[in-house]
């Protein structure tokens, strides 16, 4: 789960894990860690909030349905409207939960024991879906910042 960069270096994923169950962070995280992954674990909604605000730029989050203090559909709904790939997991599904990630723009509904192949092939979706939102963001600024300048010094560049 690492991508090349120009530099011939190694990209790091940075991943958010959101479950109130230790059992699965400690397995998401070894599991995450063994493929070069940087790794944050919380177990409510207020700490994954949080954490997405420390100002960590998390490629993906894989986050529960069911936390003591609200739903991961809230999580999934608030964090994929601002670019970040979201894949909800549960041991409880529900066909409204099912809906609610497809029509909020999650990534994936992971049924709880979930195969790691079928993870793994969810969260590469998940960081290119994040990875393409920050790249569009990047080009409307560099737009943004170009229409400026042209708007105040003229076409010429001399204002």
Known sequence: MSGA?????VLQL?????????TVCRM??????KRNALVVT???????????????PFDAMIV?????DGSGLDLLREFSAAGLGVILMTGYPTPEAEAA?????????????FD?????????QAVEFTRNHRFVRQQRSVLSTVSEGILRHGRTGKG
Do not use: C, M, W
């Open 28 to 33: 998401l995280d070894t599991f995450l860690k």
């Open 42 to 56: 919380t177990s409510s909604v207020a700490h994954a909030r949080q954490a997405v605000g420390s100002g960590v």
């Open 5 to 9: 960069v120009p530099d011939g270096g």
């Open 64 to 68: 529960d349905k069911n936390l003591p």
């Open 14 to 22: 940075r991943l958010l894990v959101v479950d109130d169950e230790p």
């Open 116 to 124: 790691l192949a079928a993870l793994d092939r969810s969260l590469a």
């Open 101 to 113: 990630v497809k029509a909020h723009g999650g990534i994936a509904y992971l049924l709880k024991p």
